[in-house]
């Protein structure tokens, strides 16, 4: 029987689908650095990726990934909230912006993303994106998690100007146990 497509396989195919190839590209949430490699191997070589943690462990687990795949030159790897974005990125700079909420695999579920930080910097990404740029988010809901990041952003983005952002928001419709859920949102 096939696999189940993953979530992060389903915004990588998505994505891939709509950018442009060697933009400017932001992980959001850089974790051990899978979503990160993704948007590297996009840059190519002319293009580069900014990608944001809160966690020490996240940076060396990613920067060993880069160095083992040869692609260290396309990234800057940024110690910081990515509610901060706006410090480190000129705005209607970016291709792309990728959120994959939650915690580091493996790691402290405590350092998950939390609500009112990830609606902050999904308001400065939106002002970093250029225009017919786009932002994935994977947000997650239930078990240690539970709802209230889900909720927050998904209120966030009922209120966004529909003649200046168009939001996606996508559904595992026949999957248990509070499944993830993809959103898209496309700068007009
Ligand atoms: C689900 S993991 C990301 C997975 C990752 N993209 C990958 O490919 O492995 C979520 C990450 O968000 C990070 N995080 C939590 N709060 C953050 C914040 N305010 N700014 C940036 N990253 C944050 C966590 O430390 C964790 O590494």
Not at 68 to 96: C, F, G, Q, W, Y
């Amino acid at each position: 029987m096939k696999k189940r497509t993953s979530i992060t396989q389903w915004q990588h195919e998505i994505l891939t689908l709509h950018l442009p190839k060697e933009g400017l590209y932001v992980d959001a949430t850089m974790g051990n650095g899978h979503d990160t490699l993704f948007l590297c191997r996009l840059a190519g070589e002319k293009g580069h990726v900014y990608a944001f943690d809160i966690q020490t462990a996240a940076l060396s687990n990613t920067r060993a990934l880069l160095e083992k795949e040869n692609m260290l030159d396309r990234v800057s790897l940024i110690l910081d909230s990515h509610a901060h974005m706006e410090k480190h990125l000129e705005p209607e700079t970016a291709d792309a912006i990728l959120f994959n909420c939650g915690y580091l695999p493996g790691g402290d579920h405590h350092l998950a993303t939390r609500p009112e930080t990830t609606v902050q910097a999904i308001h400065a990404g939106l002002k970093i994106l250029k225009s017919k740029g786009a932002l994935s988010l994977c947000l997650y809901s239930g078990g240690d998690t539970g709802f209230a990041e889900k909720d927050a952003v998904l209120r966030y983005l009922k209120e966004l100007d529909p003649n200046r952002y168009t939001v996606i928001v996508q559904e595992y419709y026949n999957r248990p146990n509070h499944p993830p859920t993809p959103v898209f949102i496309c700068k007009k």
